[in-house]
């Protein structure tokens, strides 16, 4: 029996945990045929619990990063050496270990090397923007070790090729399966706008420095001083209690009549706000995918999105979508009352060169495993 091994210690929630279940999932089924045995290193196995899987647990390298650089270089190369011979080792996330492995690969979970902080972010989360910083030199450490280094994106996979000095046709583009299933479910014929007085604008996300919620908030108040009351709304999924950013979003806007701080809302919540929402609106300044622009791309009602490369491969096939600077309020609201007026002239159809891609993790694995 091969041996595979998922090293995946520093995830715990969101969408990276999402990707290990998924990983995980498959695994699961290829080794109950019995020809592959696979080993997990995670924080928790309750987190991701398939059977057929081995696991190693170790919680204590999130307590420090010095303790997680101790785990990738120095932890993983004795497990390495215990596991021997290892066919396959998969890292899923964005460092490449120091171990003994037939062929080695690389997953890249995190789009932050190209995050463009501003001083202002150490003050409301010193941690992103050193995660930043960081991450741009873990990219780089064995990177050239990986046969393979799996992205989700064409322009990851430019940018990382760059920060870690490694050939474009190293990378493998490969789409979380469930995004790529909601690409793939988009309507075809764009829907008419409704032609009820106040149109809503959502914005589904944390509350982040790097999701950009007060270009939103600045375009809305400007609105409201220009146009008045009661013509729209704008809809945040946070409530303004949740960090520090958080606060001084609400400090600042919380009294704007046309910013509704709504708080997170569950799965069935939010596809219920996307049914009744007039436009998406997704100021991000970075990301990896842009999952809000996939679900909401499948009602065929317009999208402002930042204009940004993730934005603009996410919503490739989307009926109604134009971009914005995303430093630029006054171009936000701009096409803002434009909506508001019943103007979608310059909206259209974004249509990408496709590149060719994986799109499940049997495809993938097929590829790695042979």
């Not at 930043?132 to 322009?155: D, E, G, H, P």
């Amino acid at each position: 029996m091969k041996t595979i091994v998922v090293s995946a210690v520093n995830i715990r929630k969101g969408g990276t945990l999402t990707i290990l279940r998924d990983c995980l999932s498959y695994l699961s089924a290829l080794s109950l045929e019995g020809e592959y045995r696979v080993v997990a290193l995670v924080h928790k196995k309750e987190a991701a619990l398939y059977p057929g899987i081995e696991y190693i647990e170790l919680p204590w390298t999130v307590k420090s990063w010095l303790l997680r650089l101790w785990c990738e270089y120095v932890t993983m190369h004795r497990i390495s050496k215990e596991l021997s011979p290892v066919f396959l080792w998969l890292s899923l996330h964005d460092t490449t270990p120091r171990v003994k492995a037939q062929r080695q690969c690389l997953y890249c979970q995190t789009s932050f090397p190209f995050y463009r902080w501003k001083l202002s972010d150490l003050f409301f989360d010193y941690k992103i923007v050193l995660f930043s910083m960081f991450t741009c030199f873990a990219y780089r450490i064995n990177a050239k070790r990986n046969t393979y280094l799996i992205v989700q994106q064409a322009w990851l996979q430019k940018g990382l090729s760059r920060i870690c000095r490694v050939s474009e046709q190293r990378f493998l583009i490969s789409p979380p399966e469930n995004r790529q299933v909601l690409r793939e479910m988009q309507p075809r014929s764009a829907q008419p706008i409704k032609s009820s007085h106040c149109r809503t604008f959502l914005f589904a996300s944390t509350a982040d420095i790097h999701k950009n919620f007060e270009l939103l908030c600045r375009a809305a108040k400007a609105l409201e001083q220009k146009i008045g009351k009661g013509r729209f709304e704008v809809c945040l999924t946070i409530a303004g209690t949740e960090n520090r950013y958080a606060r001084w979003l609400y400090r600042q806007w919380g009294q704007v009549d046309s910013i509704k701080f709504i708080g997170f809302l569950k799965k069935e919540e939010l596809e219920q706000y996307y049914k009744e929402s007039d436009c998406l609106v997704f100021p991000s300044k970075v990301e990896t995918w842009g999952l809000p622009i996939s679900e909401f791309a499948r009602y065929g009602k317009p999208m402002l999105l930042a204009d940004l490369p993730y934005a603009h491969e996410t919503a490739n096939g989307s009926c109604l979508t134009a971009f914005f600077r995303p430093y630029d309020a006054p171009d936000l609201a701009h096409k803002m009352e434009r909506l508001i007026e019943g103007d979608t002239s310059f909206l259209s159809r974004i249509t990408t060169t496709e590149i060719p891609s994986l799109h499940s993790w049997k495809e993938l694995f097929n590829l790695l495993l042979q």
